[in-house]
């Protein structure tokens, strides 16, 4: 996992530094992982919840979901999507998911932008919180490719 948001290289660790303070009683935030096939969610999601994960079905699904924990908030990884359109089973329990979230870590490859934001735009458009994690950085140092992550987070919430 080799990751970058907006501009500024970061561990996915430091997304979730600042919770959102309501009263003396925190409360306990939702974060969900949500991205294309094989984006390297579960990476993401691996390495903030460590060894303590729960991995169970979404009711009347076969549709698998894993949740853990990452100091006061709980992170629930989702199935690799295209959309949320409820073209499929994945689709429909990503969509509960994501209706039920406080925040949204949108991880896409940063190979196939093109193809991911799809995603993105179907997420902002729900009016979540997304903060979008540019991930396989490496491949694309590797190919000399330049990402303009200032322009993109401009496109994005302007
Ligand atoms: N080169 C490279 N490989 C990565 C990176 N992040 C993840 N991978 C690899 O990509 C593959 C998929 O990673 P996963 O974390 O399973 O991806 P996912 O999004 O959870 O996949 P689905 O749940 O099937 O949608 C694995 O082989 C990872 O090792 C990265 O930043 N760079
Ligand atoms: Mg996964």
């Not at 409360?27 to 096939?37: A, C, I, T």
């Amino acid at each position: 996992m080799r990751t970058e948001t907006t501009g500024i290289k970061v561990d996915p660790k430091n997304l979730l530094q600042n919770p959102v303070q309501g009263s003396t009683l925190v409360e306990r935030k939702r974060v969900v992982l949500v991205g294309n096939p094989n984006v390297g969610k579960s990476c993401v999601f691996n390495y903030l919840s460590g060894a303590y994960v729960d991995v169970s079905n979404f009711p009347g699904t076969t549709v698998a979901l894993s949740s853990g924990n990452y100091k006061e908030y709980e992170i629930i990884d989702t199935p690799g999507i295209y959309g949320v359109s409820s073209f499929n089973d994945e689709e429909r329990v990503a969509r509960d998911v994501i209706i039920e979230a406080d925040i949204i870590i949108n991880v896409v490859n940063s190979l196939h932008l093109e193809r991911d934001l799809f995603l993105t735009k179907q997420l902002i458009e729900m009016g979540k919180k997304v903060t979008i994690v540019l991930n396989f950085t490496d491949e694309v140092k590797r190919k000399k490719i330049k990402i303009d992550a200032a322009r993109l987070s401009a496109l994005f919430w302007c």
